[in-house]
């Protein structure tokens, strides 16, 4: 049994990981990449904090032909411990976007450098909405034949988490891709439709497994049944006219919130075009008048001076 329980992935893997796949898929047809985490596990959590690639290659038709090189491997990761000795090679990447058949083998390589080595699968073009990261670890299936155990991969648990600095670093990325001439209220909506698109996706998930598993295709996970009914269990009952009526008291309070704060915004933003309007009016008056002034000093100058000179043409 492992004791890895949970595998949280750092923004700055993601980036990598993406910059790493983008470089590869420009110059080569390769259909994914390989590199190594580091990173460092406490109390089951394994934080993988820092990645590098690793040139890699296989045959698309014989899976047992690939090339991993390991001399670049372990003379960057000599490298990455000189700069920072607490990260440890914790596992490896690639980009998938699912198992192989050969990762296996793969996964035992890395081993010579981390007895527990995790493999975590990112997508770096992921299609479905959702977490873009997948992790497993080897363990040994036994089988009730009797026949030798084989190694086979075990999902683990993952998430997305970053520290203060990271999240610093994300938020400004963000805010250079995102469009500043979208309202909040659309970035708003934008969200919740997005949430509701992943929330589908689940629930479609959830019909299709129960679906296979009352027709027999699939063997019943009692762990998996359990929780499925902790979620139903956790679902309010919409039956009950009071609970109906406060979800909709609340929702039209909301939605009058919203209403109200849209409509001091359309005032507010026509206020201040009538004092822009206003503003730039008495400017432009104000500049008018400046030239006009300029243009009767500039006329009575040489007004003057033609009278000058016909006094002197008078004298002499």
């Known amino acids: 049994m492992t004791s890895i329980e949970k595998v949280v992935v750092h923004p700055l893997v993601l980036l990598s990981v993406v910059d790493h796949y983008s470089r590869i898929d420009k110059v080569s047809s390769q259909h994914r990449v390989v590199g190594c985490l580091l990173g460092s596990c406490r109390k089951g959590v394994l934080d993988v904090s820092n990645s590098f690639a690793v040139p890699f290659d296989e045959d698309d038709k014989d899976p047992d032909v690939y090339f991993l090189d390991h001399d670049y491997l372990e003379s960057m990761y000599a490298m990455f411990k000189k700069v920072n000795a607490k990260e440890k090679i914790v596992g490896w990447y690639h980009t998938g976007p699912k198992l192989h058949s050969n990762d296996i083998k793969i996964n035992e390589i890395i081993k010579n450098y981390c007895p527990e080595s995790v493999l975590v699968i990112i997508d770096a073009k992921p299609k479905d909405l959702g977490l873009p990261t997948d992790a497993y670890i080897a363990v040994d299936e036994v089988h009730d034949d009797g026949t030798p155990t084989t190694k086979t991969f075990d999902h683990v648990k993952s998430e997305i988490g970053a520290e203060e600095a990271e999240e610093v670093g994300v938020e400004h990325l963000l805010r250079d891709i995102k469009d500043t001439t979208v309202g909040t209220l659309s970035q708003h909506l934008t969200t919740k439709v997005t949430a509701l698109k992943s929330l589908h996706d689940k629930l479609n998930d959830i019909s299709v497994y129960l ?70 009016r008495a400017a432009e008056k104000e500049l008018n008048k400046k030239v006009e002034v300029e243009k009767d000093d500039k006329e009575e100058k040489e007004k003057d001076t033609k009278e000058d000179s016909n006094k002197k043409e008078v004298k002499s």
Do not use: C
């Not at 027709?215 to 762990?223: A, D, F, Q, Y």
């Not at 008291?249 to 704060?261: E, I, P, R, W």
């Open 211 to 280: 679906g296979q598993v009352a027709e027999g295709k699939l063997p019943v996970n009692h762990p998996i049944i359990y929780q499925l009914q902790d979620v139903f269990n956790l679902q309010p009952n919409l039956n009950v006219p009071d609970l109906m009526k406060a979800f909709t008291v609340k929702t039209n309070d909301q939605n009058l919130v919203m209403y109200t704060a849209s409509i001091i915004r359309a005032v507010i933003a026509l206020h201040s075009l009538i004092n822009n309007k206003t503003t730039n």
